[in-house]
């Protein structure tokens, strides 16, 4: 059974950090191009970050560059997410997802990857 579970979110002050962890099970997804979303009360779920199957590339919501850091650890079957400099409106479930397909470089659009964790719930206080 294939598994993302993310991990690390919680209650941070504005200004403050947090580092979300993907971790994959099942199957390896070190040829997957994957992504970070997220999904705020009462909007539409919206990219954040994705990164190439390799990590040559990556790439960013206009909302999160310059703050946001995206990284993956294939040995680990691990992506992960540093987000810096947070404000309250990051607040949001955060969630991880694969592509199904091997070698690809990712994707802004959520119909692109077939694998979604749960999510992991990132509060920003002001």
């Known amino acids: 059974q294939v598994q993302l579970v993310e991990s690390g979110g919680g209650l941070v002050q504005a200004g403050g950090s947090l580092r979300l962890s993907c971790a994959a099970s099942?199957?390896?997804?070190?040829?997957?191009?994957m992504g970070w979303f997220r999904q705020a009360p009462g909007k539409e779920r919206e990219f954040v970050a994705g990164?190439?199957?390799?990590?040559?590339?990556?790439y960013y919501a206009d909302s999160v560059k310059g703050r946001f850091t995206i990284s993956r650890d294939n040995a680990k079957n691990t992506v992960y997410l540093q987000m810096n400099s947070l404000k309250p409106e990051d607040t949001a479930v955060y969630y991880c997802?694969?592509?199904?397909?091997?070698?690809?470089?990712?994707?802004?659009?959520?119909?692109?990857?077939?694998?979604w964790g749960q999510g992991t719930q990132v509060t920003v206080s002001s």
């Open positions: 997802a694969a592509e199904g397909s091997t070698g690809g470089w990712g994707c802004r659009i959520s119909d692109c990857y077939d694998y």
């Open positions: 099942g199957r390896t997804f070190s040829t997957n191009a």
């Open positions: 990164i190439s199957w390799s990590g040559g590339s990556t």
